[in-house]
């Protein structure tokens, strides 16, 4: 079910000074996205890869709504983990899956209140 750890996404206010920092420690820039919520607010994400080629990514985030540490988690078919995942009582869905610039994505939450976030197909 659960592939590999796709990437950490952390909130940061002055994403430009996080930017700065995590550079000079690195990682570099692979990819950004820039998004406005429902409600008009915008927001960015920057995927940052480590020299590794095949490391997870960090990512950076500027959306105040979203403050807390997100792991996110590739499965093969996100719809089909979710649907094997809801019989279980102690997962908690936060989102149902949806569709996203690169395929889809759910979100759950653990018994422990960890927050992961199922990418993939």
């Not at 719809?79 to 996203?100: C, H, K, Q």
Request: hydrophobic share 45%.
């Amino acid at each position: 079910m659960f592939q590999k750890l796709e990437c950490v996404c952390i909130y940061t206010a002055d994403i430009a000074a996080s930017l700065t920092f995590y550079s000079a420690l690195g990682l570099t820039q692979a990819w950004r996205i820039e998004r406005v919520s429902g409600t008009g607010v915008a927001s960015s994400l920057i995927g940052l890869k480590f020299p590794r080629a095949d490391s997870s990514e960090l990512v950076l985030s500027d959306n105040a709504d979203v403050t807390f540490t997100e792991v996110e988690i590739h499965v093969d078919d996100v719809r089909e983990t979710y649907d094997m995942l809801s019989g279980n009582e102690v997962v908690e869905w936060i989102r149902a899956p949806f569709a996203t610039e690169s395929g889809h994505v759910a979100v759950m939450e653990a018994p422990d209140k960890n927050v992961f976030v199922l990418v993939g197909k």
